[in-house]
T-cell receptor, first 114, second 109 residues
Framework: EPEVTQTPSHQVTQMGQEVILRCVPISNHLYFYWYRQILGQKVEFLVSFYNNEISEKSEIFDDQFSVERPDGSNFTLKIRSTKLEDSAMYFC????????????FGEGSWLTVV | RKEVEQDPGPFNVPEGATVAFNCTYSNSASQSFFWYRQDCRKEPKLLMSVYSSGNEDGRFTAQLNRASQYISLLIRDSKLSDSATYLCVVGAAGNMLTFGGGTRLMVKP
């Protein structure tokens, strides 16, 4: 079964450092998303991406964050100057689009900022 | 008011029991509705979509009441493997999903 893959599975970084989280969405999917889940809290929407541009973003997704689709397969989330409160599980997700509106999640990248 | 609201639980039930979860949502323009399951420190996995006519998948039955902005999930004959957090998820225009905080279920032998 096709799946969304994410790397790294776990990253520890020092406060102030930049982090890039990588995702390979399912190959025929057109919509891509990043969500995050702080430990013990609910899953929160960060950003959606379609046709090589951001289509929606939440209040959380401020200038510290950026997304990119550098080639035909990867979808990245960059967090500049990480803060302690950025520690969370970051989930990438993708969706076919059209009549298919099921969103599939990757296994997540656990980010710990120390 | 929270956009998607769920009772956090936990619901502790014996094997074989029937358990029901409820969820309310605030955005009347919501277009799609789902139940996801999340195991500890894992990704959310789609359990089932929810339709106005109600739908059933094996031991799981989901219902949607658009007038009351209410979604339910019924699990019959609970198994130990059903222990997880059940997430009520609502989609709006732009395919952006809003998650509830989840309801934790613990099925005991």
């Amino acid at each position: 079964e096709p799946e969304v893959t994410q790397t790294p599975s776990h990253q520890v970084t020092q406060m102030g450092q930049e982090v890039i989280l990588r995702c390979v969405p399912i190959s025929n999917h057109l919509y891509f998303y990043w969500y995050r889940q702080i430990l013990g809290q609910k899953v929160e929407f960060l950003v959606s991406f379609y046709n090589n541009e951001i289509s929606e973003k939440s209040e959380i997704f401020d200038d510290q964050f950026s997304v990119e689709r550098p080639d035909g397969s990867n979808f990245t989330l960059k967090i500049r100057s990480t803060k302690l409160e950025d520690s969370a599980m970051y989930f990438c997700a993708s969706m076919t689009g059209g009549d298919g509106n099921t969103i599939y999640f990757g296994e997540g990248s656990w980010l710990t900022v120390v | 008011r929270k956009e998607v609201e769920q009772d956090p639980g936990p619901f502790n039930v014996p094997e074989g029991a029937t358990v029901a979860f409820n969820c309310t949502y605030s955005n009347s323009a919501s277009q799609s509705f789902f139940w996801y399951r999340q195991d500890c420190r894992k990704e959310p996995k789609l359990l089932m979509s929810v339709y106005s006519s109600g739908n059933e998948d094996g031991r799981f039955t989901a219902q949607l009441n658009r007038a009351s902005q209410y979604i339910s999930l019924l699990i019959r004959d609970s198994k130990l493997s059903d222990s997880a957090t059940y997430l009520c998820v609502v989609g709006a225009a732009g395919n952006m999903l809003t998650f509830g905080g989840g309801t934790r279920l613990m099925v005991k032998p």
